[in-house]
């Protein structure tokens, strides 16, 4: 059995009240159906029931944890997490899998690329990008200690890719900072990117640049403070992410960057339209997402801060 | 609950008073609530087990209006039936109230929201679904409207409701055969509905949803087998028990002056008939 097969045994052995509902998902738990019996549903290819169950149970005192594909979770059952789960504030986690890049051979009907800032923008919803099974099956953990509405992208590598303690989940990760005040770069990403981010920070130490990698698992509710310290310390702020730019986190950073009147240099390294399918490492490179586009994108800023910008419309074909 | 028709007929009258009432200054649905309002009177006074006092009595039945949009049938029942103050009805569409056109939980006797159609029969599920797992007895009624099976939502939740063997809920269609501005079978054609119900697995009844001996002799023949959920189809009339607005596709929200509704009142009473001059909202 994975860790989280573990978990959801271990927990529904000892809280009654947790459920586990999937909309024919099942591959990260195949082992579990035998433990759970019926705190085990599998709903089949209906994510809107499955919402709606869940809001159902949830109301009866449950705590409830929704597994589907990341896109159909929070597109075709949008409206159910709205007013089912995010108005009554129940306590539904909705775990939602190969989110953003893990998507894929998929092609754009699969790929969760706007999940975040869908699930950000509802009140009452949480969001966790965990960038491994450890924090993933931790995070979950401390979910189930206390319940509330929170969407999950799904990252199940086995690596572990920080060794500090793992803190609250509120809070973002300083990943590496060798300069430790007043770096070149604040990188900040979350999920699947992590690995990909540490890679290119460690490629532009080595290059004399100095980074501050900060990994924010939790993208609602925010760390505005560790945001607003790498905004006020660093010359210049990236945000590194398997999300459209516009409503995820580069788009939370730059709301902060308003709020706090903090005139800073912020970039984005994201996607500005649905990516081209293949195998994952391609379509890192070709989405500029790899730890190389990463690290020579960057440098390229900083070589010219005037250097123009990625285009930031619609219209780049996919 | 002891079934007494005299009753039933007594206190639908003074719920549609009450959703006239509530039909003007801003208005509601009021032909969708004329339509379930016996419904409502009927299954309150003698089918659910819930009172005013057991609203949190975890064996109490629950009922939910997934077509949102009749709550004046379900406040006016409430008011009734002692659940909430007759007088907070005049609250409607005040802001510092929760008394809307769509159902609120912060109003006592409403067990989840609505609005969109489409969700509730999947909520029901759930708490059905939890009530077996409970071992309790109670039941889980879902009001739809026959306009909100266009929703396919609907349909998934009655295969999934099969699926699951969930004997302990009931879903009943107020079948008024309108939905907004025109008759369901015009637009999207529903029937043979009972035919498709029983395709989806679900054990089917149809009744008359305005006679009260027919709906209890219905109920109480409930569950009609174990092992599926039931749906009892309810055919009624939009605007039912005021001729005025009965069955006409205009009157579907209706706001009318604070003298339409003094002579729709006595229309239901047997009087005069209302002279109707406020527009009406035509959305299709």
């Given at each position: 059995m994975n860790r989280y097969e573990l978990l959801l045994r271990d927990r529904c052995a000892i809280d009654p009240r947790v459920m586990v509902l999937t909309a024919e998902n099942r591959g990260h738990m195949r082992n579990v159906p035998q433990y759970l019996g019926d705190r085990f549903v599998d709903v089949g290819i209906a994510e809107q029931t499955m919402l709606g169950m869940a809001a159902g149970l949830a109301s009866r005192g449950r705590v409830v944890i929704v597994h589907a594909l990341a896109a159909f979770l929070t597109l075709r059952a949008f409206e159910f997490i709205r007013d089912d789960v995010a108005i009554p504030n129940l306590p539904v986690i909705m775990v939602g899998m190969v989110p953003g890049i893990l998507s894929d051979g998929n092609g754009p009907t699969h790929q969760a690329i706007d999940d975040v800032g869908l699930m950000r923008g509802l009140p009452n919803v949480g969001v966790f990008a965990p960038a491994d099974e450890e924090e993933f099956v931790e995070g979950m953990a401390e979910l189930l200690d206390n319940p509330r509405p929170c969407y999950v992208r799904y990252v199940g590598t086995p690596t572990s890719y920080y060794r500090e303690e793992r803190t609250t989940l509120h809070r973002g990760v300083v990943v590496c900072d060798e300069r430790e005040c007043c770096p070149e770069v604040a990188l900040l990403t979350y999920g699947a990117m992590l690995p990909h981010a540490l890679l290119a920070a460690q490629k532009l130490e080595q290059q004399g640049v100095s980074v501050r990698l900060i990994h924010m698992p939790m993208l609602a509710p925010l760390d505005e403070a560790i945001i607003v310290e790498a905004l006020n310390d660093a010359t210049m702020t990236v945000i590194v992410e398997d999300h459209l730019i516009r409503s995820g986190l580069y788009s939370a950073v730059c709301e902060i960057a308003v709020r706090h009147r903090i005139a800073a240099a912020i970039h984005p390294i994201g996607l500005m339209t649905w990516f081209p399918a293949g195998r994952l490492p391609q379509v890192l490179r070709v989405t500029g997402l790899d730890a190389d586009s990463i690290a020579s994108r960057i440098r390229t800023l900083l070589n010219n801060e005037s250097a123009p910008e990625r285009p930031t419309s619609d219209e780049i074909p996919a | 609950m002891t079934y007494d028709r005299g009753r039933c007929e007594e206190i639908s009258i003074r719920v549609r008073e009450h959703i006239l009432a509530m039909s003007t200054d801003g208005g509601c649905f009021t032909g969708a609530s004329l339509s379930c309002a016996d419904l409502l009177v009927y299954l309150y006074t003698s089918y659910l087990n819930v009172q005013p006092d057991t609203?949190?009595?975890?064996n109490r039945d629950i009922l939910l209006l997934s077509k949102g949009h009749d709550v004046p049938a379900l406040y006016g029942t409430f008011a009734e039936l002692g659940f909430i103050e007759r007088e907070r009805l005049a609250n409607h569409l005040d802001c510092n109230d929760h008394i809307y056109w769509h159902p609120n939980r912060a109003v006592p006797g409403v067990e989840f929201h609505s609005g969109s159609l489409g969700h509730l029969l999947s909520v029901g599920m759930g708490m059905a679904l939890s009530i077996r797992m409970e071992q309790r007895a109670s039941r889980v009624v879902v009001i739809l409207g026959d306009g909100e099976l266009n929703e396919g939502s609907i349909w998934e939740a009655f295969q999934v409701a099969h699926a699951l063997h969930l004997d302990n809920l009931i879903a009943i269609v107020d079948r008024n055969w309108f939905q907004a501005n025109v008759r369901t079978e015009e637009l999207i054609p529903l029937e043979p509905l009972d035919e498709k119900f029983r395709a989806f697995g679900w054990n089917t009844a149809r009744v008359d949803g305005h006679d009260f001996d027919a709906l209890h002799a219905c109920m109480s023949s409930l569950p009609l087998g174990t092992g599926r959920p039931t749906v009892v189809i309810a055919d009624t009339m939009r605007g039912?028990?005021?001729?005025?607005?009965?069955?006409?596709?205009?009157?579907?929200f209706c706001n009318f002056t604070h003298d339409e509704v003094a002579q729709l009142t006595d229309e239901l009473h047997g009087n005069a008939v209302a002279t109707l001059v406020s527009p009406t909202l035509i959305v299709r």
């Open positions: - | 609203l949190k009595d975890p039912k028990g005021v001729p005025s607005i009965q069955e006409r596709p205009d009157r579907w």
